[in-house]
C-alpha cells in the first residue's frame, strides 16, 4: 500500500511518500531560520509558513517519488490513502496539514487517516530495520519526553510523560540563556564536546516511584550555577534572560557537558530501570534529542552485558517528518483496524493518545 504523508505540527513542513516500509519520497522544509530570530518556535509564524510551503512540498514529494510529471492531479491513481499529523502540536500549524490531507484524500476519493505524532515517532524506526515488538519506546523530543510501552501496533501504554520542561524544551532554554541560539540541542551538544561531563555535579531528577519526568528543577540549577559563578544578572534568573557577560569558552563547554550528561543519565537511568521492571528487552529511542551523540553513547554503553537491546533511526527519522507518519497510516490500513473507505471522521477533535 501506497501513502501519502503530511506533517505540519511544528516548524518542520513535510510530506512523503511511503510504500511498505519503502520511503519513495521524504521531503522537510525546516523553519528553524525564521524562529531563530525569537529562540523558539513562534506558533503563529509556524502555520503562516505551512501555508506557503506545504503546496510545493507535497509536489515535490510526489517528484521525487513518481517523476517529474507527477502531480496532485493524479494523486489518486498514484497513492492508496493520505495521512497527516492530527496532533499533538501547534494548533494552527496542524490545522494546515490537516485541511490540505482532508482535501486531497477528499477530492480523490482516498481514505484519510489521521496520525498521533507520537506514534510516529515510536514507530519511525521501523522504517529502516525490523524491531520486535514489544519494545519499550523513548520518545523525546521538543514538546515531549514519553516512556511508552509499544506491545503491537496500536496498542500502547504510556508508563510516563512530561511533568514540566520536555527534554528538547529544556536544552533549548539552556541553550537561550547561554546565548548558544536556536535549535538549542545541536547547540549544546556540539558544545559539550569540548567540556568535561564532571566538572558540575547538576541533579539527575530521577522521581522515585514514577516513570514521569521532570527537567525544570535541572534548568533552574544550570541558570543559578551560571549567575553564582558571576555571569548573570542575579535575581533576574529567568530562561528569557541570557547571560549578561560574555561566557568564557571553557566555561561554557563545561556547563553543556555537566548539563547534558545529567540529562542523559537521567534518560537513561529511567528507560533502562522501566524496560527491567517491564521485562522488556528492546529500546527504541526516538524523536529530536534522540539525535544526540551522548544520549546515544550512553544507551549503546548502559544496555551492554544486561541482554538488552537499543535501537535508534537514523538522525533524518529522529527528527520531525512525513515518512513516520504515512508509515503509521499505512500500517493502520493495512491491519484493518480501519475501513479503507473512511478511515477517520473528518471532523474528529486533535488529540492526545492516552
Ligand atoms: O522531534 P522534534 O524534531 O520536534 C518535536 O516534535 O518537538 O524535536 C526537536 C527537539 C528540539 O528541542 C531540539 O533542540 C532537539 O530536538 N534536538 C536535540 C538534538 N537535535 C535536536 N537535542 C539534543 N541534542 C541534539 N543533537
Ligand atoms: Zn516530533
Redesign the pocket.
Known amino acids: 500500500m501506497t501513502v501519502l504523508g503530511i506533517e505540519t505540527?511544528?516548524d518542520?513542513t513535510s510530506a512523503a511518500v511511503v510504500r511498505g516500509r519503502r520511503i519513495l519520497s521524504s521531503i522537510v522544509s525546516s523553519q528553524v531560520e525564521s524562529h531563530a530570530a525569537f529562540a523558539g518556535v513562534v506558533p503563529e509564524l509556524a502555520s503562516r509558513m505551512h501555508m506557503e510551503r506545504l503546496p510545493a512540498v507535497i509536489a515535490a514529494a510526489l517528484c521525487a517519488a513518481f517523476g517529474r510529471r507527477a502531480s496532485v492531479r493524479d494523486l489518486g491513481r498514484r497513492v492508496d490513502a493520505v495521512a497527516f499529523t492530527q496532533g499533538p502540536?501547534l494548533m494552527g500549524a496542524l490545522l494546515v496539514g490537516k485541511v490540505a490531507a482532508q482535501s486531497l484524500a477528499e477530492a480523490h476519493g482516498l481514505p484519510l487517516v489521521g496520525v498521533n505524532?507520537l506514534e510516529g515517532?515510536a514507530l519511525a524506526v521501523g522504517l529502516v530495520r525490523r524491531v520486535a515488538m514489544p519494545y519499550l519506546a523513548l520518545i523525546?523530543?521538543?514538546?515531549?519526553t514519553e516512556l511508552v510501552l509499544v506491545r503491537a501496533a496500536g496498542r500502547y501504554r504510556v508508563l510516563g510523560r512530561t511533568r514540566d520542561d520536555?527534554?528538547?524544551?529544556v536544552?533549548?532554554k539552556v541553550?537561550k540563556f547561554l546565548r548558544l541560539g536556536y535549535?538549542?540541542?545541536?547547540a549544546?551538544?556540539r558544545c559539550a564536546r569540548e567540556g568535561r561531563a564532571d566538572a558540575v555535579d547538576f541533579p539527575r531528577p530521577l522521581l522515585p516511584g514514577t516513570w514521569d519526568f521532570s527537567f525544570s528543577g535541572l534548568k533552574t540549577a544550570v541558570l543559578y550555577h551560571v549567575r553564582d559563578a558571576g555571569y548573570a544578572d542575579a535575581g533576574r534568573v529567568r530562561p528569557a534572560v541570557p547571560a549578561r557577560r560574555r561566557l568564557p569558552r571553557g566555561f561554557l563547554a563545561d556547563v553543556c557537558a555537566s548539563f547534558q550528561e545529567a540529562v542523559v543519565d537521567t534518560l537513561v537511568e529511567k528507560t533502562l530501570r522501566a524496560a527491567r521492571c517491564h521485562g522488556v528487552r528492546t529500546i527504541v529511542v526516538g524523536?529530536?534529542?534522540a539525535?544526540?551523540?551522548r544520549?546515544r553513547e550512553k544507551f549503546a554503553r548502559g544496555v551492554r552485558g544486561r541482554g538488552l537491546r537499543v535501537h535508534f533511526p537514523p538522525p533524518e527519522l529522529?527528527?520531525?517528518n512525513a515518512a513516520m507518519i504515512a508509515y503509521v497510516g499505512e500500517r493502520r490500513l493495512r491491519s484493518g483496524r480501519i475501513s479503507r473507505r473512511h478511515a477517520v471522521n473528518p471532523s474528529m477533535a486533535i488529540r492526545s493518545w492516552a
Request: charged fraction near 20%; hydrophobic fraction near 25%.
Open positions: 505540527s511544528c518542520e502540536g505524532h515517532h523525546v523530543s521538543g514538546g515531549h520536555a527534554a528538547g524544551e536544552f533549548d541553550a535549535p538549542g540541542g545541536p549544546v551538544d524523536g529530536g534529542v539525535a544526540n551523540r544520549l529522529c527528527t520531525d
